[in-house]
Structures are given as structure tokens and as C-alpha cells.
């Protein structure tokens, strides 16, 4: 069926290098993508979303890249600080899938010192 | 600004219980959701609302109901708790009619013994 994944369950990032966190879907009928982080404990936060009519969104040290060729997803974090650390979900909507957003497994991002 | 806002944090139940998992929201939102996140899997939707009076089933709305009859509540119940509801819920609400740029509360750990 159709499905959101990731590539990387785990990224390991040096304080204050730049992260990249990769995202696959394969509904080509997805036409809105949202970037969540959760911190241990509490509920999902809404970083950054993009529709399929952009290829690229950016937001305060965030940017998204939407590659619909590929169905490819991903998040970059400039100068990754340790606030950072947590999972990273990417989700979409389609429009065969109204008011359904799918999200993905999720990408545990480790920032060390 | 409260926000998104669930009670209990934490619950257990016995197997063959009933429960209701609050969540209201301060935002005048009009939709509504619930997920339940399980290691490895992400979020999953459980039933979402456009509005009051209005409630739909998503991905995994066996063993749950769900009721808006006012903008600002939509409680999850559990009619009878099975093991496999164990997990973590999470009520989101949007302002649009779609679940874009949802806000998340900040959980409900659910054990069923």
C-alpha cells in the first residue's frame, strides 16, 4: 500500500554542522508535506510544511526539499544546536486522502558536542 | 494560551475497562484529531472531526469512539480496553478543514493490563 518512510532511523549530527534528514513517500497523489519534531515526552511540533506546487520552502534555520520526480522529502537544519536532538517526522496528505495526514516512522537526531 | 490540552498523562487500565481520554482545545479550531504513536510506527489516526457534529473514522478506528458536540471537546472512549490498545495518544487540532499545521497536546501514556 501506500506508505511514508524514512531512510535513517538514527542521524548522529557534530554541534553546529548542518543535518539532513531524508523522507520517501509513494502516493503520487500526496500534495501537502509537513515536517514535525518531537522532544522526549511530549507531543509532535510543527516545523515546516511545503505543497507540491513548491520545490523548496524555508523557514529560521530550516529548509524543506520537495523532489516529486523521486518522490523524495527532506528537512535540513543549519547549524545544528542541541536543542535539536529529537525525532523528526515527516508526514503527507493527498488528495485522495483528504483530512488523512500519513505520517512517517519518524529519524532520531543525536546532536554531540 | 493553553493550546491543545489532554488529561490524564497517564492511565492503566484492566483488560475489559472503559475510559475516556479528554482533549479540549482553546484555538477555535474546527478540526480535530487523534493519533496513537507506537515505537517504530509513527502516528496513526485514529477518528478526526471537521467540525462539530462531525466525526470520521481514520487508519485505526477500531475499538474507539469518538463525539464533537462542541468545538472545543472531542473525548476518545474506549468501550473495552484490549493489550493492543496499550500506547501513547495524541489529540491535534488545525484551524483549517484539513489536519494542516496540526497542534499537538501533550499526551495520554495509556497501559491496559
Known amino acids: 500500500g501506500e506508505s511514508v518512510g524514512l531512510h535513517l532511523p538514527t542521524l548522529s549530527v557534530q554541534e553546529g554542522d548542518n543535518s539532513i534528514i531524508n523522507c520517501a513517500y509513494s502516493?503520487?497523489?500526496?500534495?501537502?508535506f509537513i515536517w514535525y519534531k518531537q522532544e522526549s515526552g511530549k507531543g509532535p511540533q510543527f516545523i515546516i510544511d511545503i505543497r507540491s506546487n513548491m520545490d523548496k520552502r524555508q523557514g529560521q534555520r530550516v529548509t524543506v526539499l520537495l523532489n516529486k520526480t523521486v518522490k523524495h522529502l527532506s528537512l535540513q537544519i543549519a547549524a545544528t544546536q542541541p536543542g535539536d536532538s529529537a525525532v523528526y517526522f515527516c508526514a503527507e496528505m493527498g488528495t485522495d486522502s483528504w483530512g488523512k495526514l500519513q505520517f512517517g516512522a519518524g529519524t532520531q537526531v543525536v546532536v554531540t558536542p | 494560551n493553553a493550546g491543545v490540552t489532554q488529561t490524564p498523562k497517564f492511565q492503566v487500565l484492566k483488560t475489559g475497562q472503559s475510559m475516556t481520554l479528554q482533549c479540549a482545545q482553546d484555538?477555535?479550531?474546527?478540526?480535530m484529531s487523534w493519533y496513537r504513536q507506537d515505537p517504530g510506527m509513527g502516528l496513526r489516526l485514529i477518528h478526526y472531526s471537521v467540525g462539530a457534529g462531525i466525526t470520521d473514522q481514520g487508519e485505526v478506528p477500531n475499538g474507539y469512539n469518538v463525539s464533537r458536540s462542541t468545538t472545543e471537546d472531542f473525548p476518545l472512549r474506549l468501550l473495552s480496553a484490549a493489550p493492543s490498545q496499550t500506547s501513547v495518544y495524541f489529540c491535534?487540532?488545525?484551524?483549517?478543514?484539513?489536519?494542516?499545521?496540526?497542534?499537538f497536546g501533550s499526551g495520554t501514556q495509556l497501559s491496559v493490563l
Open positions: 502516493n503520487s497523489a500526496s500534495d501537502y
Open positions: 491535534a487540532s488545525s484551524s483549517g478543514t484539513a489536519n494542516e499545521k496540526l497542534f
Open positions: 484555538m477555535n479550531h474546527e478540526y
